[in-house]
T-cell receptor, first 114, second 118 residues
């Protein structure tokens, strides 16, 4: 069965500093990979996704993520964090065939300090 | 594209009562998913519809839970005889048909229904 690990429950970053949120997955083959963001009381918004090809993918709001097959990782990055980025971030995977249920990590809560 | 909508946004109910939630997917999406999210956890898959057919149910979906999508458009999720452990955010998502290529792999989520069982 596939699984997703987000090792950091909380991360605090100063506004303007860079950000990296970690995500590792366990799956027999290369899955499709996603990052979602959830603001308080809101649903999940898709930030970016990786299906194949270039391992560095760009998303919305200035986020990017890099797929590293050798490390089974799909870390999310942003060069300069804004206060409005404070939210919870979820990494998710799905098989690259068959029907499309998503498996999510437990999330990382990002706090942005002034 | 008006997004996925869910109703109600919040529901407080007493233990033992039945509750029903509604999800309206994005209009051209034929796939619809229900997830449950508890505090400190990521969403967990409950069930999946393609058009009106319920194709997959998680073992999380006990006999007290039932989901329908009678005309392949909106869906309802009913919980009978609610328990305190049912308190969670219930999220609905939809996606394009699989024939849409990569678009079929992206799920768009609604704002969720937060259920509190007292």
């Amino acid at each position: 069965a596939q699984s997703v690990t987000q090792p950091d429950i909380h991360i605090t970053v100063s506004e303007g500093a860079s950000l990296e949120l970690r995500c590792n997955y366990s799956y027999g083959a290369t899955p499709y990979l996603f990052w979602y963001v959830q603001s308080p009381g809101q649903g999940l918004q898709l930030l970016l996704k990786y299906f194949s090809g270039d391992t560095l993918v760009q998303g919305i709001k200035g986020f990017e993520a890099e797929f590293k097959r050798s490390q089974s990782s799909f870390n999310l990055r942003k060069p300069s964090v804004h206060w409005s980025d404070a939210a919870e971030y979820f990494c998710a995977v799905r098989p690259n065939s068959g029907y499309s249920t998503l498996t999510f990590g437990k999330g990382t809560m990002l706090l942005v300090s002034p | 594209d008006t997004g996925v909508s869910q109703d109600p946004r919040h529901k407080i109910t007493k233990r033992g009562q039945n509750v029903t939630f509604r999800c309206d997917p994005i209009s051209e999406h034929n796939r619809l998913y229900w997830y449950r999210q508890t505090l400190g956890q990521g969403p967990e898959f409950l069930t999946y519809f393609q058009n009106e057919a319920q194709l997959e149910k998680s073992r999380l979906l006990s006999d007290r839970f039932s989901a329908e999508r009678p005309k392949g458009s909106f869906s309802t999720l009913e919980i009978q005889r609610t328990e305190q452990g049912d308190s969670a955010m219930y999220l609905c998502a939809s996606s394009h048909p699989g024939t849409s290529g990569e678009r079929g792999y992206e799920q768009y989520f609604g704002p969720g229904t937060r259920l509190t069982v007292t």
